[in-house]
Nanobody, 118 residues
Framework: VQLQASGGGLVEAGGSLRLSCAAS????????VGWFRQAPGKEREFVAL????????SYVDSVKGRFTISRDNRKITVYLQMSNLKPEDTAVYYC????????????WGQGTLVTVSS
């Protein structure tokens, strides 16, 4: 499964961006999809997840109430809507997918850079 993340860019603090993650040549049927980020000099961290079964979502505490993960009805694209962005949200954002029974993420996208200016 090849993943393509897009939608990053430069935005002022308080602004919004929507990231997209598409699977090349297939849908996300059967797959949990997550978003991760890696800020300069820091380790990669989990941001959000949407599960295949039931569409359950979960978020890291620092983005709760500001970010929303969703998927389209055709299961082709997963989105990360980011609002009220803060400078500390600056990072390369990656989407990743794993079959719903897998214990770890198997597929990773190339990353998209989000820069939030103060």
């Amino acid at each position: 499964v090849q993943l393509q993340a897009s939608g990053g860019g430069l935005v002022e603090a308080g602004g919004s961006l929507r990231l997209s993650c598409a699977a090349s040549g297939r849908t996300f049927s059967g797959y949990d999809v997550g978003w991760f980020r890696q800020a300069p000099g820091k380790e990669r961290e989990f941001v959000a997840l949407i599960t295949w079964r039931g569409g359950t979502t979960s978020y890291v505490d620092s983005v709760k109430g500001r970010f929303t993960i969703s998927r389209d009805n055709r299961k082709i694209t997963v989105y990360l809507q980011m609002s009220n962005l803060k400078p500390e949200d600056t990072a390369v954002y990656y989407c990743a997918a794993k079959f719903w029974t897998a214990s770890s993420y198997e597929y990773w996208g190339q990353g998209t850079l989000v820069t939030v200016s103060s």
